[in-house]
C-alpha cells in the first residue's frame, strides 16, 4: 500500500521564485515523522528537512520549510527564492513507529533561469 | 562526517548469480536499510535491521535476503539474479527514529 504519495512527477519554477512540493501520507501510526530529501544528477541524496508528527511549529530550514497540516495528511515542501542548483529530484519519506523508513516516488524540480 | 561505504558503484551480474551487496557505516548507527531505485517507483524499502542480527521486510523483500552479523555492516543478497533486479541500489543508515538518514552513493546493477 502506498504510504507517500507525491503526486508531481515534474515541476518547473522560474528562478528566485518560490514552489510548492506535494507530500501526502497515510499512517495509523500517532508517532512518525516526516522528512525531505533532494537526489541531484549526481545521485546522492541530501537531507533537506525533518518534521515530526508532535511538532506545532512548522519545520524551516534556511529556504526551505515544511507546511505540515496534519489532519489532511500533508507535508508540503516550499522552497522559497529557488536558484538553478536546485534542480534535482526531491523525495518525500515518513519513518514509523517501527522503524520503518518509507519514500515517496518523487518529483523532478527544474528552475528555469 | 558520517560516511556510508558501498562496495561496488557499479556491477554486472548474470541471470542465476549470487549476487552480495555490502554497506558499512562508521557512525556506531543502530538502523540500516536497503532500497531499490527505479525511474517513476521512488525509493523502495527491501529489508532493514534495527540491530545486530535483527531484521525486517520492507514492502518488496522477494528475491532479496539481508545478513547483519555486525553492527557496521549490512549486506543485501541476490540469491539468484534475475534481469527484473536490475537496478540502483542504495544503503542508508540513521542513529535513532527522528534523524535522518544517512546514504550510501549507490551501486548500480545490472543482471543480463
Known amino acids: 500500500a502506498q504510504k507517500i504519495t507525491q503526486t508531481q512527477p515534474g515541476m518547473f519554477v522560474q528562478e528566485k521564485e518560490a514552489v510548492t512540493l506535494d507530500c501526502t501520507y497515510d499512517t495509523?501510526?500517532?508517532?512518525?515523522?516526516?522528512?525531505?530529501?533532494?537526489?541531484?544528477?549526481?545521485?546522492?541524496?541530501?537531507?533537506?528537512?525533518?518534521?515530526?508528527?508532535?511538532?506545532?511549529?512548522?519545520?524551516?530550514?534556511?529556504?526551505?520549510?515544511?507546511n505540515f497540516q496534519k489532519a489532511r495528511k500533508s507535508a508540503n515542501l516550499v522552497i522559497s527564492a529557488s536558484q538553478l542548483g536546485d534542480s534535482a529530484m526531491y523525495f518525500c519519506a515518513m519513518r514509523l513507529t517501527?522503524?520503518?523508513?518509507?519514500?515517496?516516488?518523487?518529483?523532478?524540480?527544474?528552475?528555469?533561469? | 562526517d558520517v560516511k556510508v561505504t558501498q562496495s561496488s558503484r557499479y556491477l554486472v551480474k548474470r541471470t542465476g548469480e549470487k549476487v552480495f551487496l555490502e554497506c558499512v557505516q562508521d557512525m556506531d548507527h543502530e538502523n540500516m536499510f536497503w532500497y531499490r531505485q527505479d525511474p517513476g517507483l521512488g525509493l523502495r524499502l527491501i529489508y532493514f535491521s534495527y540491530d545486530v542480527k535483527m531484521k525486517e521486510k520492507g514492502d518488496i523483500p522477494e528475491g532479496y535476503s539481508v545478513s547483519r552479523e555486525k553492527k557496521e555492516r549490512f549486506s543485501l543478497i541476490l540469491e539468484s539474479a534475475s534481469t527484473n533486479q536490475t537496478s540502483m541500489y542504495l544503503c542508508a543508515s540513521r542513529l535513532l527514529p527522528n534523524t535522518e538518514a544517512f546514504f550510501g552513493q549507490g551501486t548500480r546493477l545490472t543482471v543480463v
Open chain 1, 28 to 66: 495509523s501510526d500517532q508517532s512518525y515523522g516526516l522528512f525531505w530529501y533532494k537526489q541531484p544528477s549526481s545521485g546522492e541524496m541530501i537531507f533537506l528537512i525533518y518534521q515530526g508528527s508532535y511538532d506545532e511549529q512548522n519545520a524551516t530550514e534556511g529556504r526551505y520549510s515544511l
Open chain 1, 98 to 113: 517501527g522503524n520503518q523508513f518509507y519514500f515517496g516516488t518523487g518529483t523532478s524540480l527544474t528552475v528555469i533561469p
